[in-house]
């Protein structure tokens, strides 16, 4: 892989994911932001050239573009040490990232999305209806990967993989949704477990 273009929200978790994967693996990548709240993804030229769904964060390498967030830090950490040995380790970090898009990013990072980039008074009936319920989802999400902490200071297999940067991508700015983090502290370790890494690159915005 070389010339990898990263199509990107500088401000999404998801973008984010990309970056920090990229950083720890010293992966060099041009970044193209878009401003998702001013609809520069839904442009024309964007849905005919990058991504006919209109979506970021987008990996472009070469002519091929990738989509889906997780796939695309498999795609680029694919051989490295931020996949573990073993196919049962491997297929434990790919459910950790499959619940993250499942269980995690839908409650945390819409309610993030809403709360710091939209505003609430800014938001349809039908999705302050959503809060509620997306709140209870995300509590009981802080709290299973709190338990899970308990007893390792990683998610996968006793070392840094791509299940944690998956995870930190959202869980560390729950804050930006009204989470209390605190409440957590076996998160806030593996928190700060992660931030003092070499390689570590802080989220823009």
Known sequence: MSGLILHEDPRSGNCYKIRLTAAHLKLPLERRSY????????????????SANGRIPVLQDGDRFLTESN?????????????????YDQAD?????FWEQY??????????????????EALTDAQRMQISPKRE??????????????????????????????????????????????AYP???????????MPKHVELDG
Request: aromatic share 12%; with cysteine.
């Open 35 to 50: 401003d998702i709240m001013k609809g520069e993804t839904r442009t024309p030229e964007f849905l005919s050239n990058i």
């Open 71 to 87: 796939a695309i830090c498999f795609y680029i950490a694919n051989g490295s040490d931020l996949i573990p040995d073993g196919h």
């Open 93 to 97: 970090m790919l459910r950790w990232m």
């Open 103 to 120: 269980n995690h990013e839908p409650t945390i990072a819409t309610l993030r999305f809403w709360m710091r980039f939209v505003g609430l």
């Open 137 to 182: 989802m995300g509590l009981a999400a802080l709290d299973l990967m709190d338990k899970h902490l308990a007893e390792r200071k990683w998610f996968v297999a006793d070392k840094f993989s791509l299940a944690d940067i998956a995870l930190f991508a959202y869980t560390h700015v729950a804050d930006e949704a009204n989470f209390d983090l605190e």
């Open 186 to 196: 076996e998160i806030v370790r593996w928190m700060e477990r992660i931030m003092v």
